[in-house]
């Protein structure tokens, strides 16, 4: 299926990876994660076979199987435990690089109970009518 249609990595979540144990995506990036190497086997033959009826290809140097430990989209995958990566973004010091901070926050929202309460200061600073220099200060 062209990835370049909006649709597209929904419908590839949604028609090949459906039945999928072990497996998650971002767009069209796939990893599998599971508790044993049989397992592992497992869900890559399923995965496989879901790729080769769907008549996609796969770009071999882009392919890691068998690690032990993978990093994915600020994830790191180890051992079937799937965790954030630490990682510092600068302080920001503009609206746009407020709004660029909280985007990237987001994205970790499950590894924070009550994001929203905890962002919420942040997200009023972006609204309007507010200057465009931001106040950073540690807690």
């Known amino acids: ?5 909006v649709n597209a990595s929904a419908t590839f979540s949604r028609n090949e990876l459906r039945n999928s144990q072990g497996l998650d995506n971002y767009l069209d990036d796939v990893f599998a994660h599971t508790p044993d190497c049989s ?8 995965f496989f076979q879901s790729i ?19 990093s994915f989209l600020g994830h790191s ?4 435990v799937i965790l954030h990566r630490q990682e510092t973004a600068p302080s920001p010091r503009t609206l746009k690089q407020l ?4 985007r990237l926050a987001s994205y970790y929202r499950k590894y ?17 009518g507010q200057p465009n220099e931001v106040q950073w200060n540690k807690v």
């Open 39 to 46: 397992s592992h086997i497992l869900a890559l033959r399923d």
């Open 52 to 70: 080769c009826q769907a008549k996609l290809t796969l770009r071999p140097f882009k392919c890691e199987v068998g690690e032990t430990t993978v």
């Open 99 to 102: 709004r660029s901070f909280l």
């Open 1 to 5: 299926m062209p990835f370049g249609l």
């Open 112 to 128: 924070v109970p009550d994001f929203a309460v905890v962002a919420a200061h942040l997200t009023d600073a972006t609204k309007k």
């Open 77 to 80: 995958l180890s051992k079937g």
